[in-house]
Every structure is written in structure tokens, then in C-alpha cells.
């Protein structure tokens, strides 16, 4: 708008005012430039409207510039994106000359006819009232056919862009104010299609009434016939919705084990027929663990055919043999510990005369110790033998001690070893009797019972390795086409066990996925005519029958275990024309489909839903309508 201004400014004219106003609900600012129509030359004028629009494509310039060299995702390459979008457009809109903006006063400049809008537009409506009521015909103008071409195209654009937006208006508001949103839409509508259809009738109905009798009689016999043809008039219900192609088989192969896949043997667009190779798994440690439990089985065997038998008699009798050495060995110990024990009473009487011989040498030494002193006070015997006696005490009285220690301890140590010994030697006749005795007895049953559930259960364990070992090999279970792009590009990828490895369909027979809106979808059954027409083959229609419809609404696939995608795409065409729950899946067999069709291309398709009277069609919609929005 400053540069509308400034150009006006540039060759002479004056600007009064700026402001801000609202159009189609949406807000907008302005310069009045009107003195531009007193500039006398036309490339000046069409300049002084043309500046905005220019304005805006060197501020688009620069945005593009800087949104390109900007690091995507920074705050200047996102400002940069936003005034590159918003120029953008404003050009666009700006150069419209179906709207009055700067395109619609260029025009309006180039061809030289002020007021070209308000002026198409009378003479619109004056050919619309001679055509519906009869009034008189317009006055030809030089221009008449471009301004009958500019007013119609002008009036449909802006009756088009009006729905536009107060439908996106009801959109918005319905969800958060319900009936009232509605009430104000249609309020807003009604005051809307009153002044854009203002000058249809400027009072030529009445006119027609009293004066065109015969145009009043064409009028009056439309009218009447109408509730006839609505009521007896019949045409074929359709409903329509996209589709996408796939396949009416479809075989996902998955891996059964975990491990890396070794060979590929097909490719993408490959043929496959049932039973063939497709692919080869390798789990390393497969091979050993089943050698492992071979040989555990063999190992299994041999103690449970050794169970059933029980022991050999050269077992017994050596156990025999060894329980009357053990008995001997007993019989032995109890003879030492006899003698033993007769040693042990020799040893204690020694010991009790040594210590009595040595109480009475105590008693002498002691006695010659006092008399020692006695003569040692009076001066008859020197010191030196003094101490000779007290010496002999002494050591008369560490023999006695040593005495009495040696006693003690021989009474405290006894007969232990030896009955130590007995023990030991009972006990091992006790072991080897009660083995004599399970080897009499044999195997028991519990234990016969074991070693063969055992054996089970290693047998179990080398059939599943070996069950394994053959699902390593992945064969197709139908005849058809490999689809998974780059498949021997995966060769040594680790897969987990119920990872996809590649999908094989049957691409001589399709599938069409409709999506309905559920508003439709009560009129469908089973068996009804469809007519398709793919996007790839736009001049061919296709045909085909209903075959089932989905029972719920699709909901989106979440990914599989490993965070990726899962390969088959079952329900990813619900996934996406889906994501408003009005949706429901019709599926249709498609019959005789040309061979240019693949899985997953796309297009629009009809249902046809038998023909019904037209007023019964309207009523039904406008019931559906009225009992949806207004009847909670």
C-alpha cells in the first residue's frame, strides 16, 4: 500500500488516506489512490497500480533468496518461508481481475471502460431478467460480449470464493459452538446471497404476473410439473469415493526364525511359483546346538536302556565281597580298640607310681632344704650348698608337675583314635551293606520313569532344531510376482523371528479399496454395479461388483516391533483416505483388468445403488442433514 502511495505521490497525484477494512472476512489495509484517475497518461496510472503487486514480487525475490541459503530449519529460513508463502499469495490474489484488487483497476485501465465490475454486472443481470421474466433485452454496448464475459466469470468467482469461506467459517465454528455456528453461517449466507443476487428481480416477477401471461404460463406449468418429476422421475444413485489397487491374494513371508538372511533367490518383479525357493536363512549356532542335543539324546538313551537292565551279578557279588571286608575291617577295629583300651589302664598305673616317686623325693628334697637352712642360719654349711639343695627341690618339684601333665593328658586323650576308627569302619559296613541292598533291590520304577521322560525331552528339543533347520528354507505358498523392491540388497541383514522378509502377489486378479463416507456407505450392498476409472488409464473405465464392505471404520497401523514400516500395506490406503472416521472400506473384485494396472495406483470410483425417485433423494438428504447437525 506504501508503494501505491509513493508511486501516486511520484507522478503527481495526491494520497488523503490510509486504513484498515475487512474483506470476505478477512483483514486488509488500504491507500486511497483516486487522484491517480486524474493523472492524464495511462502507463502512469497502470504504474501507480501496478507498484504494489511489484512491491510484493521483490519482496518474494529476496524471501526465495534467503529461504534458500538460510539452513533449513533456523528461525530466518522459517521467517524466510513465511513472507516467500504470504507475498506469494498476495501476488496471486493482486493480479486477480475477478477480484477488485490491483489486477481488476489494470484491466480496467487497459481496456479503458470505468467501472468495468458495476457495469458487467448490470448488464448480467438485465440479460438474466429478459431470459427468466421477460423484461426488455439490454441495450447492446460497444463491448457488450466482453462485459457479459467478464460480469458472468466476475459473479461466479465471487459467489465460489464466498461459499468458500463461510463453509470453512461452519467448519471451524461447528465443532466448539454446534447449532449456534450453524445458525450464524446460514445467517451470514442468506445476507450474502441476498446482495450478490441482488438485481435478479428488480420487480420484473410482478410485472410478469400482470402483463406476460404466456411467460407466467410457462412458469406456472414448470412449477406444476415439478413435484411430478420429483416424485416420478428416477435416477440412478450413485456413490462415489477414490480407490486404490491391490491384490485379491497377497502372501507376506515372514522370517520363522531369527537370523541373517543368506541367499535371495528371486528379485523384485520375479515370478514365483508355489513352493519355490525364495529365500535361505542362517542361524549360526544352529548346527552345534543340534549336534549338542544328538549327542544328549545318545547320552540319554544308554542311561535309561542301563536303568531297565539294573546291575550285572559281578556287581553284586563284588559288593558282597566289599561288605565282608568291611566287616572284617570292623571286627578288627573293635580288637584295637580292646587292646587299646588295656594299654591305656598300663599307661595311667605307670604314670601313678611316677608321680608317687616323685611326691616322696619332693617330701626328702624338702625336708633337706630345712635343714639346710637351719645349718646355713648357724653358719655349718656355706651357701653354695645351700643352693645345691634348694636345686634338687626344685627340680623335684617340676618331675612331679611334669608328672601329674603327662597323667592328665594321657586320661584326657583315652581311647579316642581308636574309637574314632571303629566309627569310621561301622559306618563304611553300613554304606556298603545299604548299597548291597539297592543293588539287590534293582532300579526303581520313579527313577526308570525319569530317565524316559528325559529322553522326551531331549528328543523334543533335537525335533524343534531340526523343525528349525528346515524352516531356514522360505519357499513361496502361492504362485505370483515378487513386489519388494531391493530384495537381494538385504542378503546379510539380521531378522528377528515374524520380521517381513518379502511379499508375493497375485497380480492376474485385483482388488479395488473404496473409501465411502459413512453418510453413503448404508446404501451399498453386496453385488452392486461399480464403475472405476484409475488415474494411469484415464480414458478406460473399468467395471467390477462389490464384494464385501469393511465392518468398522479403519484405523491407522502403528509400526512393527523394529520401528519401521511394516512391508504389506494392507489398510495403508484406510490408513490415509481414512483419517476422518467418516470413512468405511468397500472392496471390489475387479473382473478382466487390463495388464497396465499395478498394486497401489489410484483413481475415483462410482457405486451404483439403483435408481430412486428424485424427490425421495432429496428428502433423504436433507432429513440426513437436519437430524445430523440439529439433533444431538
Sequence with gaps: EFAHGLTCKHHGGEVHEVGFLL??????????????????????????????????FLMWSLATFAWRLTLPGTLPNLLAWMVLSVTGARIFFNFNPLLKLDGY?????????????RRSFQLVMGHVRWLLWGAARPTP?????????????????SLFF??????????????RLGPIAIGFTLFMSMMSVRYRFRGIFAGEVTKMIRMRRKRTAVWALGLGT??????????????????????????????????????????????????????????????????????????????????????????????????????????????DLARTRQAHQDELARLDHQIAQHRAELDFTTIALERSRKLRDKGAVSHEQYREEEMKHLVSLAQLEQAKAQRHARLAEGT????????RRATQLAEERSTLVLLEAGTRPEEVEAARAHLACVEAEVCYLEGLREKLVITSPISGVVTTPRLKERVGLFLGEGQPICEVETLSNLEAEIAVTEQDVLRVRPGQEVRLRARSLPFQTLSGRVDRIAPRTPRPQAPNAAGAPPIEQRGAFAADLGKQPESVIVYCRLGGAPG???????????????????????????????RTEFWW
Design 105 to 117: 483497476y489494470i484491466l480496467s485501465d487497459l481496456v479503458e471502460i470505468p467501472n468495468l465490475r
Design 141 to 157: 454496448e460497444p463491448r457488450g460480449r466482453f462485459l457479459l464475459g467478464f460480469g458472468m466469470t466476475s459473479w461466479l468467482y
Design 162 to 175: 464466498l461459499c468458500l469461506m463461510l463453509a470453512g467459517m461452519g467448519r471451524l465454528l461447528n465443532p
Design 596 to 626: 497396465g494396472l499395478r498394486t497401489g495406483m489410484t483413481g475415483y470410483a462410482r457405486i451404483y445403488c439403483g435408481r430412486r425417485p428424485i424427490g425421495e433423494i432429496l428428502a433423504f438428504r436433507v432429513r440426513r442433514f437436519l
Design 416 to 423: 579316642l583314635a581308636a574309637e574314632a576308627e571303629l566309627a
Design 226 to 335: 415439478l413435484p411430478i418429476v420429483l416424485t416420478l422421475g428416477r435416477v440412478e444413485q450413485r456413490v462415489g469415493g477414490s480407490f486404490q489397487l491391490r491384490p485379491a491374494t497377497r502372501a507376506a513371508l515372514r522370517a520363522p526364525v531369527a537370523g541373517f538372511l543368506k541367499e535371495v533367490a528371486c528379485d523384485e518383479g520375479d515370478r514365483a511359483s508355489a513352493g519355490q525357493l525364495v529365500a535361505r536363512l542362517e542361524v549360526p549356532d544352529l548346527t552345534s546346538r543340534l549336534a549338542q542335543k544328538h549327542a544328549e539324546r545318545r547320552e540319554a538313551r544308554a542311561k535309561l536302556r542301563l536303568l531297565e537292565i539294573g546291575p550285572r551279578p559281578e556287581v553284586v557279588a563284588e559288593q558282597r565281597r566289599r561288605v565282608d571286608r568291611a566287616k572284617a575291617w570292623w571286627e578288627l577295629a573293635q580288637q
Design 23 to 56: 474483506m470476505y472476512f478477512m483483514p486488509c489495509l488500504y491507500c486511497n489512490v483516486s487522484d491517480a484517475w486524474l493523472i492524464p497518461e495511462k502507463s502512469k496510472r497502470i504504474w501507480v497500480t501496478l507498484a504494489g503487486g511489484y512491491c510484493d
